[in-house]
């Protein structure tokens, strides 16, 4: 028994360094996290801004935000949050079966138009 001490210390020592680099690089994310919980937030409102905008017949303001969260797409097609929110044309999952057809002109041209 006590020739298995010494390796015994060992595996807890190496579970310690494990252990507290894992810990080091969680506490890191969830800093990270923190600091940009307000853009986060921002970012996780957009869809509810648009169908906001959609419902309250703010046309223009829908077709403002669809550009911008399309522009977040192009220069962030490697963050997940931004291309889950941004899938495809936004202000199509909130228009109601009797949209403005003024507004629906304007967002198929909108749609419709070369990158």
Same mark, same amino acid.
């Given at each position: 028994m006590l020739l298995d001490l010494p390796s015994l210390n060992q595996s807890c020592e190496q579970f310690c360094k494990r252990a507290g680099t894992e810990i080091m690089q969680r506490r890191a994310l969830?800093? $990270?996290v923190l600091e940009h919980h307000?853009?986060?937030?921002?970012? $996780?409102? !957009?869809?509810?801004?648009m169908d906001t905008y959609v419902r309250g017949e703010f046309y223009d303001e829908?077709?403002?935000?669809?550009?911008?969260?399309?522009?977040?797409?192009?220069?962030h097609p490697d963050i997940t949050i931004i291309?889950? !929110?941004? !899938?495809s044309p936004l202000a199509t999952k909130f228009l109601p079966p009797k949209t403005n057809s003024s507004f629906q002109?304007?967002?198929t041209m909108y749609?419709?138009?070369p990158n």
């Open positions: 969830n800093h $990270l307000s853009e986060l937030l921002d970012l $996780l409102e !957009i869809p509810e801004l829908a077709l403002q935000l669809e550009s911008f969260t399309q522009t977040l797409k192009k220069k291309q889950s !929110i941004v !899938i002109c304007r967002w749609v419709d138009r």
